[in-house]
């Protein structure tokens, strides 16, 4: 197969990776496919290498995910230093700030020597370490195979389920605008290897609890539409957690389902958790989000990005309609 899709490697990246006999992987909280795939395919892949490595992680793994770790569960942050003194790298994957590293922003900066990160946001930067950050590339799972083949590690099954996990998420199984030639260069090339492209997408996307459709249909009973219909607004609030059964991790892609409004080209999905609101921003193709979260205190990528913002849903939700409301019409255009 041609290569010609596939990104190059920095060299300082594979001399850290290379040198290193043990490593510590890590990923972010709150974390979404590319992550989870991410870092157990390097975790694996250097394993299958003869390497030691151990995964660690803030949150718990999601249900959906729970087949990628059937046998092992990456360890808390509150090991962290323990582990961290151990490896020889301390490689942090799909993301670069330390908003996302819950439990983490004392415990990194000690070992910054160690430290090799791995990201593709269009807003990087503070962790310390080298820095391999490449927006272009659509998922942190398109820089993992582009790292595992240069180092020419083995590639079994498991390695190739967690890489495609990984690039699907974060294309939106290559129906985002991030889907390119290199994002499908590598699936092409996990499909050779066997992956079963089907049946993970019936494991990812159709396998859902019944209280999660319950909770979709209150937020899209939430749904408001703002900006002649450039933007529409949606929340989840606790009650509708505690209404449909179900819990804070389980609203992954929610806010896509906006985007089916063919007039949308923002929508703003604000979720009530302890004491603070999460907020997801998506776009369709002219609005940068990314910029707009940077400048709440967030961060992602130009047509996905989000921020926690501490208040009540109530206080929060006037600052980031404004913000968008602005943003729309600095835009200029008519709805589409
Ligand atoms: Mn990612």
């Known amino acids: 197969m041609s290569v010609k899709h596939a990104g190059k490697v920095p060299a300082k990246v594979l001399r850290r990776v290379s040198a290193a006999q043990s490593l510590l992987v890590v990923t972010h909280a709150r974390p979404d496919g590319d992550a989870l795939g991410s870092m157990r395919a390097l975790t694996l892949a250097a394993r299958a290498a003869g390497k030691t490595a151990w995964m660690l992680m803030p949150d718990a793994v999601p249900t959906r995910y729970a087949f990628l770790f059937a046998d092992e569960t990456p360890a808390p942050a509150g ?46 930067g503070e962790l310390g370490g080298l820095l391999w950050n490449d927006p272009s590339a659509a998922a ?102 505690d209404a449909s059964g179900t819990r804070p991790d389980e609203t992954e892609n929610l806010i896509n389902e906006a985007l089916r409004i063919g007039s949308v ?37 130009t047509r996905a990005a989000g921020v926690r913002i501490s208040g009540s849903l109530e206080a929060v939700k006037p600052r980031v309609l404004a913000a968008l409301t602005e943003a729309l019409g600095r835009l200029g255009g008519s709805p589409r």
């Open 79 to 124: 090991r962290f230093a323990e582990l961290a003194a151990k490896a020889e790298a301390v490689v942090i994957l799909d993301t670069s700030v330390f908003g996302q590293l819950d439990g983490l922003d004392k415990a990194i900066p000690p070992v910054a020597e160690k430290l090799l990160v791995i990201d593709h946001h269009a807003t990087p």
């Open 140 to 241: 942190c799972g398109v820089l993992m195979r582009e790292l595992i083949e240069a180092m020419r590690w083995p590639q079994d099954a498991a390695v190739c389920e967690a890489l495609w996990t990984a690039i699907v998420s974060d294309t939106g199984w290559f129906h985002y605008p991030n889907t390119d030639a290199r994002s499908l260069h590598h699936a092409a090339a996990l499909l050779e290897a066997g992956v079963q492209a089907s049946a993970l997408y019936d494991r990812l996307l159709r396998n859902d609890r019944p209280e999660r459709l319950k909770l979709v249909a209150r937020m899209l009973g939430s749904l408001e539409m703002h900006c002649g219909g450039l933007l529409a607004v949606m929340t989840i609030r606790k009650a509708d957690f």
């Open 265 to 301: 080209e923002a929508v703003i999905l604000l979720t009530e958790l302890d004491g603070l609101c999460r907020v997801s921003l998506r776009s369709r193709t002219r609005l940068d989000v990314a910029q707009i979260a940077k400048s709440l205190g967030g961060g992602g990528h």
